[in-house]
């Protein structure tokens, strides 16, 4: 192979192979790039009419120009080898994300989802049909996370031609529609089926679909109801699952009618939980590790007290423990001043609290989905078993056969440095076993639970509220904003210039609207410390209720429009990337920002 494409690339390593041929990291000599090159396999280079049709739907692929499709650079017919040129992505496939990691959380399969059903509405668009989308061709990009499709046009080339006896080039069984495996006519819907099925197993660890041959799971995707995506995994947010469950569905009118519907039915997942501040994320470690240290000190000065047979010994003892434990504990009030003197309110740091604890239980449930984790769990258990016999027998033997009793000295006993080794090494084998152990159970994530409960209690609030005493809240604090607005405005100057041109009046909406939502966010804080100060008065009058229902629907409705403010900045971004793939036009963000 270097051979054929000696004077144009560098083959430098191979990156995979499978069963449409090898992949190699490549260095174009031309341009001092990195590239991918995959070789197609003899029998499509050996059969002419097959790799004319290769090369013609090849060509088709390279074409596009789209941010989540891997680009084709150039398609190759040198001698005997038949390989295309594509950019080389540096990350790993879907697939051994998901052999690595496990399921994906909610919203990372949101961008999933959103971000394939781009690349595969653009190909749509164009008269492609992917054919063969699964997590094998769906890369991740290692520095950024962007999902890219790749394979697009090959297995159209090879279905077409006939060609059946190259494994999966004609689709995977797992992930084929029930109009692909009935062998009838498909369209860019067969493809969000796929992608279904992709997002099935991506969210759960496994196929809804499965059987001991090609034909049986064929069979099941023609008759069979895929099981609901919620069963198991109930923590996903409701309207991914809903558009998990209708990507199933077999009938094609059925589903999604294109990948921008889909994208457009998961904005509301993707905006359902708002991003956390860093500088409450930071908040919460320390002040997390404070309290754990706090308790942890107390349980050791307990522990070492109660070995104390004097009274006023004990004493002494318990206060110096709790004079360390009360200085973490009013450390934690000093981070909640700094966060108050940040800008931030308690009904902010409540907020992240809540978010960081669901974030907290949807990894745990997302690893709890993997198919193999109970296996997993078990041989952990099996293992700690082991090492704790190992350490105990190992204390035995040197607290039973390994020292001896001193002559003229009752009770006591002399041992060996061998038998004190022993002595040790089973000591930490048994120690190690109990402490992986507590870590691997529900004990830390219960305690973590507490920890963030206590963050956000009524204990916290006047906490929180003595500590910021005296201070004036600083407006340059923004609140957490929706998790996917990264910024319109940035993404209109990456535009070409004639469009940028066309939108200048967009670019103004856009900045009022983004100050707006700054002023609303600051006007919330207000309104929040306000009502929080009208509600410690004394008493119970009418005057005060009103003016705490006064202050509650003014929040209420600050609040209300800057998330109305986030949703639409959220879907002008998403806009503004359709018209940088070629699927939008300006008129659809100037229609955005005036509905």
């Avoid at 190699?24 to 341009?31: G, S, V």
């Avoid at 003899?42 to 941010?67: K, N």
């Avoid at 700094?338 to 990894?363: H, P, V, Y």
Wanted: proline content about 5%; glycine content about 8%; overall charge positive.
């Amino acid at each position: 192979m270097q051979h054929a494409l000696d004077g144009a690339y560098a083959i430098e390593r191979e990156l995979g192979r499978g069963g449409m041929g090898a992949v190699f990291l490549a260095r174009d000599l031309a341009l001092d790039r990195p590239v991918a090159i995959k070789v197609l396999p003899p029998e499509l280079a050996a059969r002419p009419e097959l790799r004319e049709r290769f090369l013609r739907e090849t060509r088709t692929a390279a074409a596009f120009s789209h941010p989540n499709i891997v680009p084709v650079h150039a398609v190759e017919a040198r001698g005997g080898v038949l390989c295309f040129v594509m950019g080389y992505v540096d990350g790993e496939t879907l697939a051994e994300r998901l052999r690595r990691a496990g399921p994906l959380g909610a919203s990372e399969a949101v961008r999933l989802l959103q971000e394939t059903a781009w690349a595969l509405s653009y190909a749509h668009g164009r008269g492609v049909v992917h054919r063969d989308v699964k997590p094998d061709n769906i890369l991740l990009e290692r520095a950024t996370g962007r999902a890219l499709v790749t394979d697009f046009g090959i297995a159209r080339a090879t279905a077409a031609s006939g060609l059946t006896a190259v494994g999966e080039v004609v689709g995977t069984p797992h992930f084929m529609s029930p109009e692909q495996a009935a062998g009838e006519t498909v369209d860019g819907r067969s493809d969000l089926y796929s992608l279904g099925v992709v997002a099935f197993c991506a969210v759960t660890g496994r196929v809804p679909f499965d059987g001991t041959s090609s034909q049986a799971v064929l069979a099941k995707h023609l008759t069979e109801a895929a099981p609901a995506v919620a069963a198991l995994r109930p923590d996903l947010p409701a309207p991914l699952a809903a558009a998990i469950d209708r990507l199933l569905l077999k009938e094609p009118a059925e589903r999604f009618a294109s990948g921008e519907a889909l994208v457009e039915a998961l904005d509301a997942a993707r905006i359902a939980r708002p991003e956390v501040a860093p500088a409450l994320r930071v908040f919460h470690v320390k002040a997390g590790g404070l309290l754990r240290n706090a308790f942890i000190l107390l349980v050791i000065g307990w522990a070492l007290s109660s070995r104390v047979k004097s009274d006023a010994d004990r004493i002494v003892d318990m206060m110096v423990f709790l004079a360390v434990a009360a200085g973490l504990v009013l450390q934690v009030g000093a981070e909640m001043r700094e966060l108050a003197r940040s800008g931030f309110s308690f009904g902010d740091l409540q907020q992240a609290m809540r978010i960081i604890r669901e974030e907290q239980r949807d990894t745990v449930a997302q690893r709890r989905a993997a198919p193999d984790w109970r296996i997993r769990r078990r041989r952990r258990a099996v293992i700690l078993v082991l090492v704790a016999l190992l350490g105990a027998g190992l204390l035995a033997l040197a607290m039973f056969a390994m020292r001896r009793p001193l002559p003229g000295q009752p009770g006591g006993h002399a041992i060996s440095w061998l038998g004190l080794v022993v002595a040790i090494a089973g000591a930490v084998l048994v120690m190690l076993a109990f402490v992986s152990a507590v870590a691997g159970s529900r004990a830390p994530q219960r305690f973590e639970g507490r920890i963030v409960a206590l963050l956000s209690g009524g204990l916290a609030r006047r906490a929180f509220a003595f500590a910021s005493r005296g201070l004036r809240a600083s407006r340059s604090a923004p609140l957490p904003t929706p998790a996917g607005n990264r910024g319109p405005v940035t993404a209109i100057e990456s535009l070409p210039k004639p469009v940028r041109r066309r939108l200048t009046g967009a670019v103004r909406r856009l900045e009022a609207l983004e100050a707006e939502e700054v002023g609303l966010a600051a006007r919330e804080r207000e309104l929040e410390a306000t009502l929080a100060e009208a509600k410690r008065g004394a008493g119970a009058d009418a005057a005060r209720n009103a003016l705490v229902h006064e202050l509650t629907a003014a929040r209420d409705a600050a609040r209300e429009r800057r998330t109305a403010i986030g949703a639409t900045l959220e879907r002008t971004r998403l806009q503004l990337l359709r018209l940088r793939s070629g699927l939008g036009r300006p008129e659809d963000v100037e229609a955005e920002l005036g509905a």
